[in-house]
C-alpha cells in the first residue's frame, strides 16, 4: 500500500520559510516523478514543482525563484524548501507521485502564512 506522509507544515509569518517533508512508502520511489501541488479554499489543486526520477525540475510561475523542490531516492523523501512566504502562499499542500497513470497523493498539510 502506497503511503505519501507530508510534515513540516504550520504558520509562518510573510517573508518566512517553511521546509516541507514527504516520506514516501509502499512504492518503486526512485521510478516515479514526485510532486507538491496545493489548493487553496475554493480553488483548484494546482502544480507547484515537480523533479523527475532524473533530477529535472518544474515550478508553476506563482513561485519560480522562491521554492525549490528535491529528492532523496535513498530515504524515498521529497521535499519543497519554501522561501519568501506570501500570504498568497496559503494553502493545503499535497505530495503526489507518478508513475504513468499511477497518482497517489498524501493527507495534505496546512501551510499558513500571514500578513
Known amino acids: 500500500q502506497v503511503q505519501l506522509v507530508e510534515s513540516g507544515g504550520g504558520l509562518v509569518q510573510a517573508g518566512g520559510s517553511l521546509r516541507l517533508s514527504c516520506a514516501a512508502s509502499?512504492?518503486?520511489?526512485?521510478?516515479?516523478?514526485m510532486a507538491w501541488y496545493r489548493q487553496a479554499p475554493g480553488q483548484q489543486r494546482d502544480l507547484v514543482a515537480i523533479?523527475?526520477?532524473?533530477?529535472?525540475?518544474n515550478y508553476a510561475d506563482s513561485v519560480k525563484g522562491r521554492f525549490t523542490i528535491s529528492r532523496d531516492n535513498a530515504a524515498k523523501m521529497v521535499y519543497l524548501q519554501m522561501n519568501s512566504l506570501k500570504p498568497e502562499d496559503t494553502a493545503v499542500y499535497y505530495c503526489?507521485?507518478?508513475?504513468?497513470?499511477?497518482?497517489?497523493w498524501g493527507q495534505g498539510i496546512q501551510v499558513t502564512v500571514s500578513s
Open positions: 503526489n507521485s507518478r508513475y504513468r497513470t499511477a497518482y497517489n
Open positions: 509502499g512504492l518503486r520511489f526512485s521510478i516515479n516523478d
Open positions: 523533479v523527475t526520477p532524473g533530477g529535472t525540475t
